[in-house]
């Protein structure tokens, strides 16, 4: 993935470094803004695979010693690690800029992201980095730790440069979901329904977000010449590799040895590639209607 000469983005917020006071935020099983059991089960399953510790996503917090406000706070850095994020983010505001326009008929409104380490604040609460990159609908943020990226490679078997760029473009499907009502539709549905009904919602959306990253890749992948991301041969399929790897029934026989259907909460890897695949072969917005409406 060629990236380095590419315009970056200025919606980014850089608090690597910073240290916040603790306030966890609750877990509120099956209601809007919450997560379902099988949701909390999974994600702390991805969490003990991200070698963090599962206790931790109770309570949305990190140990106390790195909690703690005081001095030794760092400015940001202008390093290999943000310039990728600044440019891959930059990137999916152009292609959805345009989607949105051409598709649509309408003007996308586009996020901020904010890296951070350790465990950050948000409208959606205090989170820690082990439950891995996330987006808040009511702040239209995405925040990222990006040592996530050597938890992608070293522990699921998804290194390179466009498996990394899917974390991201999987997250800012997420913001297309909110600005588009989806997220709001759903999660209203989900307080009606029972747990079971809850997961299969939560199921969908993440697959939606997969088709939405597919959907950026698409036109990323047509693309060329200086001043743009473009594709090497192989992106394609890192990013193909990363969807299968962190597929739910992967996640599962790695932590249990079993695989749970009724505790999913972002689908099966063959899903995951499913969707992934659908939007990178399409780029239609309205051919990423896993929800069925």
Not at 74 to 90: C, H, N, R, W, Y
Not at 95 to 120: K, N
């Amino acid at each position: 993935m060629r990236w380095q000469d590419a315009e970056r983005s200025t919606n980014v917020d850089d608090v690597r470094g910073r240290r916040f006071g603790g306030g966890g935020m609750p877990i509120r099983l099956g209601g809007v803004g919450g997560m379902s059991l099988g949701g909390l089960v999974a994600i702390m399953a991805i969490t003990y695979l991200l070698g963090g510790d599962p206790l931790a996503v109770l309570t949305g917090g990190v140990p106390t010693e790195t909690a703690a406000p005081g001095p030794g706070d760092t400015a940001p850095i202008d390093d290999e690690g943000s310039q990728f994020v600044k440019t891959m983010l930059k990137s999916t505001e152009t292609v959805w800029g345009s989607v949105f326009r051409e598709q649509l008929a309408r003007t996308y409104s586009e996020p901020r992201l904010v890296m951070f380490t350790g465990q950050v604040p948000s409208a959606c609460g205090t989170n820690s980095s082990a439950v891995g990159p996330f987006y808040c609908p009511p702040d239209h943020r995405v925040y990222i730790d990006i040592s996530f990226y050597n938890e992608l490679d070293r522990r699921f078997g998804a290194p390179g440069d466009f498996a990394q760029a899917y974390v991201i473009a999987h997250e800012v499907g997420h913001h297309v979901q909110n600005l588009l009502g989806i997220d709001e539709k759903v999660r209203a549905a989900q307080q009606r329904g029972n747990e079971a009904q809850a997961n299969q919602l939560s199921v969908r959306m993440e697959l939606q977000a997969d088709c939405f990253a597919g959907l950026w890749g698409h036109y990323v992948k047509a693309q060329s010449g200086p001043g743009k991301v473009t594709l090497d041969p192989g992106d394609v399929e890192e990013g193909l590799r990363a969807a299968a790897a962190i597929g739910d029934d992967a996640i599962q026989r790695k932590m249990q040895g079993q695989v749970s259907p009724e505790s999913w909460t972002h689908g099966s890897s063959e899903q995951r590639v499913q969707w992934l695949r659908r939007g990178l072969e399409s780029g239609q917005v309205s051919a990423c209607n896993t929800l069925g409406t």
